[in-house]
T-cell receptor
């Protein structure tokens, strides 16, 4: 296990198309997060799961965005009817919550460009 | 609402000089504060967290609740410290983190 992995690493799509990204967390990590990062800004929280349950979604998250973690392992993030404003780096992170807290481990990200 | 401010987008120091990266936050509860670092062509990784009160790679950060600050300090900067640094805040064990917009540190030889 070499850490959190994300696929694809890059995605170019045309406006209006649907895209799906995958995140494979570190084994045994019970939490999985999705963030979005645009140029010059820090990561912005989108949503997170504890096991298979989606516990929180950002109020800024459009209805075009949906995420799943069906078996509490890998997760997918789908964007429907993409817009140019969706162009960003999409980051996934996983963590194991223990009594002393949690440390989020980030993946390399998926860079999306919507033309 | 949670908010993290890193007032300096860019910071440049010479090797061996002290460095301080500023972070201010606003949060009504009891936050957990973190510093993350991203080296060139690498993924974002945790540098340190305030509850650990430890020094990592010579860096330390003290949570000042009165000033709502969590500045990152190192007495003698090294060239390998050149990277992007993000300050982040979260509720303890409550999930999401709120990140600042980052400071790019350049350590010149």
């Amino acid at each position: 296990d070499t850490g959190v992995s994300q696929n694809p690493r890059h995605k170019i799509t045309k406006r209006g198309q649907n895209v799906t990204f995958r995140c494979d967390p570190i084994s045994e990590h019970n939490r999985l997060y999705w963030y979005r990062q645009t140029l010059g800004q820090g990561p912005e929280f989108l949503t997170y799961f504890q096991n298979e349950a989606q516990l929180e979604k950002s109020r800024l998250l459009s209805d075009r965005f949906s995420a799943e973690r069906p078996k509490g392992s890998f997760s997918t993030l789908e964007i429907q009817r993409t817009e140019q404003g969706d162009s960003a780096m999409y980051l996934c992170a996983s963590s194991l919550v223990v009594l002393t807290g949690e440390t989020q481990y980030f993946g390399p990200g998926t860079r999306l460009l919507v033309l | 609402a949670q908010r993290v401010t890193q007032p300096e987008k860019l910071l440049s120091v010479f090797k061996g000089a002290p460095v301080e990266l500023k972070c201010n936050y606003s949060y009504s509860g009891s936050p957990e504060l973190f510093w993350y670092v991203q080296y060139s062509r690498q993924r974002l990784q945790l540098l340190l967290r305030h509850i650990s009160r430890e020094s990592i790679k010579g860096f330390t950060a003290d949570l000042n609740k009165g000033e709502t600050s969590f500045h990152l300090k190192k007495p003698f900067a090294q060239e390998e410290d050149s990277a992007m640094y993000y300050c982040a805040l979260s509720e303890t064990n409550a999930g999401k983190s709120t990140f600042g917009d980052g400071t790019t540190l350049t350590v010149k030889p």
